[in-house]
């Protein structure tokens, strides 16, 4: 339960880029994302913290007896998404960071689920 929360942290990542690229348009239509609600300052904030409470939650995994050092391979990737939420301004660039996100989430399991194999 807790390998699967970790890597669907990720996937709510992905989720809050495209609200995020998109809350002009959902506000105006009358949409009520998260982003909406939120705003930008606290949306970029959310993102941080979606894709950094993996790693944070690594050691309650290893503490129940499962080796999951690997999936820290792929925290410098993390941070340079972090920096690129946080730089970009709203519009098409959001679409390259929108498949990072989701490539950060696919190196992450594949190096949880090798974690689990060795």
């Known amino acids: 339960m ?4 970790l890597v669907g942290l990720h996937a709510a990542a992905v989720i809050t880029v495209n609200n995020y690229r998109d809350l002009d348009g959902d506000a105006q239509s009358g949409k ?23 790693y ?5 995994l290893a503490s129940l007896g499962w080796p999951a050092a690997l999936p820290l391979l792929s925290l410098p990737l993390a941070g ?21 996100t989701a490539g950060l989430q696919l190196a992450f399991a594949l190096l949880l689920t090798l974690s689990f194999t060795i």
């Open 2 to 5: 807790l390998a699967a929360t």
């Open 32 to 54: 009520h994302t998260l982003a909406v609600r939120l705003g930008r300052p606290l949306t970029r904030r959310l993102y941080a913290a979606e894709m950094l409470a993996p």
């Open 56 to 60: 944070a939650l690594l050691p309650l």
């Open 80 to 100: 340079q998404l972090i920096r690129r939420f946080h730089r970009e301004a709203p519009g098409p660039v959001f679409n390259n960071i929108l498949a990072a």
